[in-house]
């Protein structure tokens, strides 16, 4: 029984760590959905449906993954470099399928890359989904009591490009100002 809960206590830090919810500092990350490898068709909720265990299902979840990466998708925010691993992955994993056809016909060192391979793309588009929800403790300046608060990382990035965007058009009027001496 010891030996059990071990194995399941492993198994959630694991699944938590690998999900991005064990936080760093006074950063909490939580995301309610499913790895995005497991997601090839969902209903409204995100639920998964169909597991990517053979080629067809693969590369439906592929297929509708590199869609949501597109402006305006769940993981827009995952840059170039970014997307070149992603795609190396997908490549690999694809030669996978294309050799054994299925994950239960893969010998065990296949399914270790296999896994590999799909840790490198659920770490990545963890961290990059607009959808994930960044909760931080803030103590207020004249307060000794901590507020949390909660941002979608789409939220955060936004704000960032809107400050960016404002200091860009500050400093464009400033130098304006200081060519014309008023």
Request: aromatic share 4%.
């Amino acid at each position: 029984m010891k030996t059990s809960g071990w194995l399941i206590a492993i198994a959630v830090v694991t699944v938590l760590v690998l999900q991005g919810c064990a936080g760093t500092g006074s950063l909490t990350y939580t995301n309610g959905a499913a790895p995005p490898l497991e997601q090839s068709r969902a209903d409204n909720n995100s639920k998964p449906i169909v597991k990517a265990d053979n080629k067809a299902d693969f590369e439906a979840v592929v297929a509708a993954i590199h869609k949501q990466m597109e402006p305006g998708g769940r993981w827009q925010y995952v840059d170039k470099g970014e997307r070149a691993t992603i795609d190396g992955s997908f490549s690999d994993m694809s030669k996978l399928f294309d050799q054994y056809g299925s994950v239960d016909k893969m010998d065990q060192a296949a399914k270790v890359r296999l896994l590999a391979d799909q840790s490198t793309v659920n770490a990545i588009l963890t961290k990059k989904d607009g959808d994930r929800l960044i909760c931080q403790s803030q103590i207020p300046v004249g307060s000794h009591l901590p507020v949390k608060t909660c941002k979608t990382y789409a939220q955060i990035q936004a704000e960032q490009r809107n400050a960016q965007e404002t200091l860009r058009i500050r400093s464009a009027q400033n130098s304006e100002q200081l060519k014309t001496g008023h």
